[in-house]
């Protein structure tokens, strides 16, 4: 059997989107499973889109997810260089290897050129193709002479490299994930191989660089099907054997109805609505914004979908809205989405060279590594018997390419913090410890106070930062009590009875069993129930009624903190 060898090859044209994740992901899971390599490789020819920076972004990403290649621009290895821009003499040989052959020609035609040629066609309805029914009328070396096409070479005119599709040939197509397929190569058209700089487009380049690097599999997303056609009749036009072929489900938008609520209804509504009027600037934003929200409010019914359904008595707003949401909140997962409905997209935070905007990462937001990569995991797969949380390891060992699933895979913003929740709890105290200690949390205690803060508290947290958040009144006394908590808890006799209470705890060891037992003795000899003096102490030392014992909190706090929070809060009641 062949040794399995599986590239991600993206592109450093910005930061690496959870689609990228996954398929870098699948990528690394499959060659471990079947004893293989992954290779990182950096497409690199598209310099009009290059962004400063996002070499290193994918790198930095790939290594916090533990997605860890065997090759790649900064490792090295046996088939370097790992970046398209430092191939070229590779690219230059092979695209004088292809001109030989019948699968390609060199065609001279200006985008001027091209632009009128595209103007006639729309001027008689119909669409332009460059391929195998107007290549011949156009300025390429299949329709003109050879003296023509050499006086153009001398003259140094710019030309492009074009692939020469053969005419109506049926191509049958295997995809591991989805099957069989065919396509007609008359629906095809001449694509472009090598653009006018010299450098290849991505079709060309990335199947010299599979060929040369001895790549098993190509996994890759879907928006790459219509390519494979293309991509089949390279390989056969350059005598190489083919590599087989995965091609990966899209993600989908998250379920609105989950994401909407009466605390950023308006801030959603208003995301939505500058994105409406930036594309119809010839309606109110104030009305638009009213419509728009007025259609959220009902996000949650069962009738939400029917009522962006056309109705030919909706004016040209209304019509205008709905189409705009219809398409705004399904399809594939993007940036906006994380940027209006506020989760990340990203991995890791990215700052836009450009404009200084922050997209906000994973990392930055608190996720584990470990939980980010589980939930990207099964966004599109599923292991054996539906076990949800899983290690890189144990993922690498059930991978299989044949339960990949073909339908899109909806991105849930509540299933990635479950995941992120469920690592927390997996954690070690001290495990935590270290993550708080590392992060810009104001900590000014002891670790071994913290340690147990983390204790009593790590059951409750989806993220490192609510062990704090959540226990806030570990750190600092209350500096108001919430009003309904205040009205259940405390009543006229209470300041008394707390007043009382606090002068008994200087005689006592100060310890949580001790102090469960002084409250126990105390309510006893009081003849109080346990709730008359438990309720309001919580309340005094924490401000509302919530947080774990409260004989568990005042051994933490120490007992002249406990003594001056009840004393605070009598004070506060009276």
Known sequence: MEKVRVRFAPSPTGPLHLGGVRTALYDYLFAKNQGGEFVLRIE?????????????????????????????????????????????????????????????????????????????????????????????????????????????LDEKTPYVVRFKMPIDRTLNLEDIIRGHSSVNTNTLDDKVLVKNDGMPTYHFANIIDDHEMEISHVIRGEEWLPSLGLHTLLYEAMGWEA?????????LKPDVSTLINKDNIDSITKSFTEEF??????????????LIKSFF??????????????????????ASVKQFLKKGLSGKLSKRDGDKFGFPVFPLNFTDPKTGNVSKGYRESGYLPEAFINMVSLLGWSPADDKEVLSLDEMAKEFDLNK???????????????????????????????????????????????LKIISLMKERATFPKDIYENGKFFFEAPASYDEKASKKAWNDETSAVLGEFAENLG????????????????????GLGMGKV?????????????????????????????????????????
């Open 243 to 251: 590599p087989q072929f995965a091609h990966l489900s899209l993600i």
């Open 507 to 526: 005689t006592i060891e100060y310890t949580s069993e001790t102090i469960k037992q002084a409250i126990h003795d105390f309510a006893e000899n009081k």
């Open 44 to 152: 690199d020819t598209d310099t009009a889109r290059y962004v400063e920076g996002a070499e290193e972004y994918i790198e930095e990403a790939l290594e916090w997810c533990g997605i860890i290649p065997d090759e790649s621009p900064k490792k090295g290895g046996k088939f370097a260089p790992y970046r398209q821009s430092e191939r070229r003499d590779i690219y230059d040989r092979y695209t004088e290897q292809i001109l030989k052959t019948d699968y390609a020609y060199i065609a001279f035609d200006t985008p001027e050129e091209l632009d009128a040629v595209r103007a006639e066609f729309e001027a008689k309805g119909d669409v332009f193709s460059y391929d195998n029914k107007t290549r011949n009328q156009l300025r390429n070396s299949l329709a003109l002479s050879q003296e023509e096409v050499q006086k153009l």
């Open 297 to 318: 409010s009902e996000v949650k019914s069962p009738r939400f979908k029917s009522m962006l359904g056309e109705n030919e008595k909706d004016n040209s707003l209304t």
């Open 534 to 574: 438990m309720m309001p102490l919580r309340l005094a030392l924490v401000g509302e009624l919530k947080g774990p014992d409260v004989p568990d909190i005042m051994e933490l706090i120490g007992k002249e903190e406990s003594i001056s929070r009840i004393n605070n809060a009598i004070n506060n009641f009276k």
């Open 277 to 290: 009027i930036a594309k119809n600037n010839e309606f109110s934003f104030e009305e638009s914004a009213a």
């Open 404 to 450: 990949v699933h073909k339908a899109g895979a909806r991105f849930s913003k509540e299933k990635s913090e479950w995941f992120n929740h469920q690592y927390i709890q997996l954690k070690s105290d001290e495990e935590l410890l270290q993550i708080l200690k590392s992060s810009d949390l104001n900590l000014n205690i002891e670790d071994e106070k913290l």
